[in-house]
């Protein structure tokens, strides 16, 4: 499966952004999914992700309650709502995923390196 994710840009601190992350070439159906970030000289960290079973999901304790993920499989599509934004959301963000069942415990799917198909990433600024 490919993904390309896309919504990124300039929003004012306050603000709300979503990011979008469309797939082909398969349906992402049953594919658990997640979203990381990369800011400048920082490694890359865990965002949220979202279950290919139940559509539970998990957040990173930076964005709870102002990010909310979920999917839309009929569209093979990831979303990324971002509320009140801060300077320090600022980063490339990146959409993963992978099919694979152990994925169901969200635990692991903090996990960069569990993912075997990633989206080229797009960028959020976000100014104080």
Not at 3 to 21: F, I
Not at 105 to 124: A, E, F, K, M, N
């Amino acid at each position: 499966v490919q993904l390309q994710a896309y919504g990124g840009g300039l929003v004012q601190a306050g603000g709300s952004l979503r990011l979008s992350c469309a797939a082909s070439g398969r349906t992402l159906s049953g594919y658990f999914m997640a979203w990381f970030r990369q800011a400048p000289g920082k490694e890359r960290e865990f965002v949220a992700t979202i279950s290919g079973i139940d559509g539970s999901t998990a957040y990173a304790d930076s964005v709870k309650g102002r990010f909310t993920i979920s999917r839309d499989n009929a569209k093979d599509t990831l979303y990324l709502q971002m509320n009140s934004l801060k300077p320090e959301d600022t980063a490339v963000y990146y959409c993963a995923a992978d099919p694979r069942e152990y994925l169901n415990d969200y635990r692991l799917r903090r996990l960069s390196h569990v993912y075997g198909h990633w989206g080229q990433g797009t960028q959020v600024t976000v100014s104080s």
